[in-house]
T-cell receptor
Framework: GAVVSQHPSRVICKSGTSVKIECRSL??????MFWYRQFPKQSLMLMATSNEGSKATYEQGVEKDKFLINHASLTLSTLTVTSAHPEDSSFYIC?????????????FGSGTRLTVV | KNEVEQSPQNLTAQEGEFITINCSYS?????LHWLQQHPGGGIVSLFM???GKKKHGRLIATINIQEKHSSLHITASHPRDSAVYIC????????????FGEGTQLTVNP
């Protein structure tokens, strides 16, 4: 089945630095990738939707200059948290859209736990 | 009121028990998904439903479109079933984003 590889699984960075998270579709082409953020004991919050070759669509309240999303190829989407601060510490997870209307499926990465110190 | 509501929020069971998790939604949907989130955070898609019932191993998922309700059942529960189970719906006919429930934390004790 479809597999999305997400790296790194854990990262600790200093405040003010940038962190890049990668999601790769291993055996299929991911034209659409969703990026989510999850705080402890809460559900997934959609940050942005990226489509290969075009600019990402950000959800209201998500700073596009802080959370840079690049989806330059059909197998790789990246999320860069720029000038990270402790409040950016969270669990970030990607999900690739598979299939086609009306039978969309969703394959999730394994997530990245970001800690900003 | 959330568009997707799950119950219960937390559920503790003894190994072998039959478990039911419920999901109600208030919007028109094209599909409903049940997801399993492991303690490490990874998420696995269990079922996609647009009508009726699906079964995979000890897991059964049902949906009633008229009542806007879905249930996830686990038969002969096992400690390895301990996880957060999330109901998510895809709205409309052309959009692809999901709307998530808050999740149900299931703990199965040996």
């Amino acid at each position: 089945g479809a597999v999305v590889s997400q790296h790194p699984s854990r990262v600790i960075c200093k405040s003010g630095t940038s962190v890049k998270i990668e999601c790769r579709s291993l055996d299929f082409q991911a034209t659409t990738m969703f990026w989510y953020r999850q705080f402890p004991k809460q559900s997934l919050m959609l940050m942005a939707t990226s489509n290969e070759g075009s600019k990402a669509t950000y959800e209201q309240g998500v700073e596009k200059d802080k959370f840079l999303i690049n989806h330059a190829s059909l197998t790789l989407s990246t999320l860069t948290v720029t000038s990270a601060h402790p409040e950016d510490s969270s669990f970030y997870i990607c999900s690739a859209l598979t299939g086609a209307i009306p039978d969309y499926g969703y394959t999730f990465g394994s997530g990245t736990r970001l800690t900003v110190v | 009121k959330n568009e997707v509501e799950q119950s219960p929020q937390n559920l503790t069971a003894q190994e072998g028990e039959f478990i039911t998790i419920n999901c109600s939604y208030s919007v028109g949907i094209s599909a409903l998904h049940w997801l399993q989130q492991h303690p490490g955070g990874g998420i696995v898609s269990l079922f996609m439903l647009s009508s009726g019932k699906k079964k995979h191993g000890r897991l059964i998922a049902t949906i009633n479109i008229q009542e806007k309700h879905s249930s996830l059942h686990i038969t002969a529960s096992h400690p390895r079933d301990s996880a957060v189970y999330i109901c998510a719906v895809r709205r409309g006919t052309s959009g692809s984003r999901l709307t998530f429930g808050e999740g149900t934390q299931l703990t199965v004790n040996p």
